[in-house]
């Protein structure tokens, strides 16, 4: 598991949510908006590696919650001018948050897939 959701505003007991610290570690919590100081504070929570607010997985280009080769195609298509993308797919598009969508995004998807296949 790369990816843990969560809908709930406050944040659940958790005990033997995972077998260990280090499984924790490796794993990015997704959270409403606004409560991400609350899970990083909470007990459990706090052992998950990286907490995010809202949905968005970095790379994701297309929304779909996975990142893969589709995501790599379509940031090709928006950079060439192939594609004109609505304001949600630019946003995500812009995965370094630079505000320039460019082949530094393209690396940064690239090697997002890369990783995630190891």
Request: proline share 3%.
């Amino acid at each position: 598991m790369k990816h843990l959701r969560v809908s709930w505003p406050e944040q659940l007991e958790v005990n033997d949510l995972l077998s260990n610290d280090m499984a924790a570690r490796c794993i990015t919590l997704h959270v409403p908006v606004g409560t991400k100081e609350l899970y990083a504070h909470a007990e459990g929570w706090k052992l998950f590696g990286k907490i995010v607010e809202g949905n968005d997985i970095e790379g994701d280009v297309d929304g779909n919650g996975v990142v893969d080769d589709d995501d790599r195609a379509l940031l090709v298509k928006i950079i060439m001018g192939e594609v004109q993308p609505d304001e949600a797919t630019l946003k995500r598009a812009d995965v370094n948050n630079d505000t320039c969508i460019n082949a530094a995004d393209l690396v940064t998807v690239i090697n997002i897939i890369t990783n995630e296949d190891k």
